[in-house]
């Protein structure tokens, strides 16, 4: 009797977690703001894997092509005070002005805006819950993640990988 309640139950939170991915796609991107999600003139850049291979550490690689999430703590970027702008370590294509930087005490980057029109967004259910990843609309790099506890005054904080970035100094 407990095992098939179990199983009963276990069904029931797949049908509701497909139901919250279903709806989700729905109603679009899961983009991060009212902002555009990308610009249609960008011209982008595509590549096979091995050609990404050839210009990227296995690091670079990993986070920008895989999806994956550098160590906190891991990035000199985290110290990076200089006024400039972040650029996508796989196309440099610009995604933040150092103005936005702040320290959010996660061990990543982390921007409050970005440049208009150059990050994707999309949803991610690698947690289970849905969690909003950004990309570079260029390239289409994995940056890292977006959420509501940012400061003021958008309340966004872009978490983002420092591997995935190169700072270009003004």
């Known amino acids: 009797m407990r095992r098939r309640h179990l199983v009963l139950g276990l069904l029931g939170l797949g049908a509701s977690a497909a139901a919250v991915r279903l ?3 729905e109603t679009g991107t899961g983009s991060a703001d009212d902002k555009s999600e990308s610009m249609t003139d960008i011209d982008t850049i595509e590549k ?13 690689f990993y986070v920008l092509r895989k999806e ?3 160590s906190p703590g891991s990035s000199p970027l985290n110290a990076e005070k200089r006024e400039g ?3 996508c370590a796989g196309c440099e294509f610009p995604l933040f002005e150092s ?11 982390s921007f409050w805006s970005y440049i208009d029109g150059h990050l994707d967004f999309k949803r991610d259910f690698k947690m289970i819950l849905p969690r909003t990843e950004y990309h570079c609309a260029r390239c289409g790099g994995h940056q890292g993640h977006v959420f509501d506890d940012g400061p003021e005054p958008t309340g966004k904080r872009y978490c ?11």
């Open 48 to 60: 096979s894997s091995a050609e990404w291979k050839e210009i990227l550490t296995e690091e670079q």
């Open 85 to 87: 702008t972040f650029v």
């Open 99 to 109: 103005k936005w930087k702040y320290e959010s005490g996660t061990g990543w980057p």
């Open 68 to 70: 994956g999430t550098e």
């Open 160 to 170: 983002n990988n420092g591997v995935a970035l190169k700072f270009e100094p003004a």
């Open 23 to 25: 709806a989700i796609a």
